[in-house]
């Protein structure tokens, strides 16, 4: 079992950054990969950024550039960096971390991003 807590949400100007970081019970260092998902009211739940222990990352196309996936291993957290936000980017992001390849998938609670004028 893997607990995982998110913190970072609020709100923001569009043009703003923030930073979620995601706290992980598990070494992040020995998780196969860990993930951003958002999702709004109505809509399924979409992947935004991807890392793996190879430190290979991957990101949904309408946030690249933007947004920056990355993994802390002495603070055992997986954060995301998101700048020059949009009105469009308002979602409650969830982390995720997968521990081995093949096997079960962990998430968090979830923080609400909301970003408006």
């Known amino acids: 079992q893997v607990q995982l807590v998110e913190s970072g949400g609020g709100l923001v100007q569009p043009g703003g950054s923030l930073r979620l970081s995601c706290a992980v019970s598990?070494?992040?260092?020995?998780?196969?990969?860990a993930a951003w998902y958002r999702q709004t009211p109505g809509k399924e739940r979409e992947l935004v950024a991807s890392?793996?222990?190879?430190?290979?990352?991957n990101y949904a196309d309408s946030v690249k550039g933007r947004f920056t996936i990355s993994r802390d291993i002495a603070n055992n957290t997986v954060n995301l960096q998101m700048n020059a936000l949009k009105p469009e980017d308002t979602a409650v992001y969830y982390c995720?971390?997968?521990?081995?390849?093949?096997?079960?998938?962990?998430w968090g609670q979830g923080t609400q991003v909301t970003v408006s004028s």
């Open positions: 598990r070494r992040v260092s020995n998780i196969y990969a």
């Open positions: 890392v793996t222990n190879g430190a290979t990352t």
């Open positions: 995720n971390v997968r521990p081995t390849r093949f096997g079960s998938r962990y």
